[in-house]
């Protein structure tokens, strides 16, 4: 059963209760990262993810808070042995940073490790990342401090889908690539520049016509996260939700049947 999953649902200023933002896309056969905070592999066994079927990472941003979890993901899955390679995709500039960490780690001298690919993503709406016999993934560029994507993931078996705007103020693109979505995955960090509110995130899911909104990347200093979500519905007649840590989202229709 294909379901994405919350591993972190905080913004860049992470309290006790939740970890910065990322997740992962859970399939059959496949699992893919987007984004890598905090200790990946931890959380990853914890919640029963095998480690041989994770095969690729979608990086969004090159922020700390979005990458920070890259070096030990890469250490962990090498010191568990993989040979397979492991498939990161990103924006350019997130390539570069990533591989300039790396280097200043000297992973070069890791002995045996691992082959990673680094594929560049390109910044139009609607491009194909990856093709799998259970997802298909495209994004588009957003509206950031530095290059950005949205992910779109659909699942082949249902054809349902999730959207993540990742950290964006709100922006046509983003608007393109989740017109219809299942659950549009929104930031709500507040109002700053390159950043949503609440409420912008609640307009964005009535302006593509979402079935579900999720709120998060809240920050710390948030101290009414309710506050948060009666903005959103001001503006979204549909459901609206809190993102939380370890939250499952079945990507499977709901059966018919009695």
């Not at 006790?16 to 893919?32: C, F, H, K, P």
């Not at 079927?53 to 808070?65: E, G, N």
Request: one cysteine or more; a negative charge.
């Amino acid at each position: 059963m294909a379901r994405l999953i919350i591993l972190g649902s905080g913004a860049a200023l992470a309290d006790a209760s939740r970890d910065n933002t990322y997740m992962v896309l859970q399939g059959r056969e496949s699992s893919i990262l987007i984004d890598c905070g905090g200790s990946p592999l931890h959380k990853l066994q914890a919640l029963g993810v095998d480690l041989n079927s994770l095969d690729s990472l979608i990086v969004t941003h090159h922020h700390p808070d979005h990458i920070y979890g890259v070096p030990v993901l890469l250490l962990g899955l090498w010191l568990y042995g993989r040979q397979e390679p492991f498939h990161i995709f990103a924006p350019q500039r997130s390539v570069a940073a990533i591989t300039s960490i790396m280097d200043a780690l000297e992973w070069q001298d890791w002995p045996g490790r691992m082959p990673v690919a680094f594929h560049e993503v390109e910044m139009r709406v609607g491009h194909r990342v990856i093709e799998s016999p259970e997802f298909e993934i495209t994004t588009a560029p957003v509206e950031h401090h530095v290059p950005t994507i949205a992910v779109k993931v659909m699942s082949r078996e249902s054809s349902k889908t999730v959207v993540y705007s990742s950290d964006t103020e709100p922006c046509g693109a983003l608007a393109r690539l989740a017109q219809g979505a299942d659950i549009l995955i929104h930031e709500s960090t507040g109002d700053y520049a390159g950043h949503s509110t609440s409420a912008q995130a609640g307009a964005m899911a009535r302006r593509c016509g979402a079935g579900k909104l999720v709120l998060i990347h809240f920050t710390a200093l948030d101290s009414e996260l309710e506050g948060l979500r009666r903005a959103a519905e001001a503006e979204f007649d549909g459901p609206v939700e809190l993102a939380e840590d370890f939250a499952v989202y079945p990507l499977q229709r709901p059966s018919s049947g009695a």
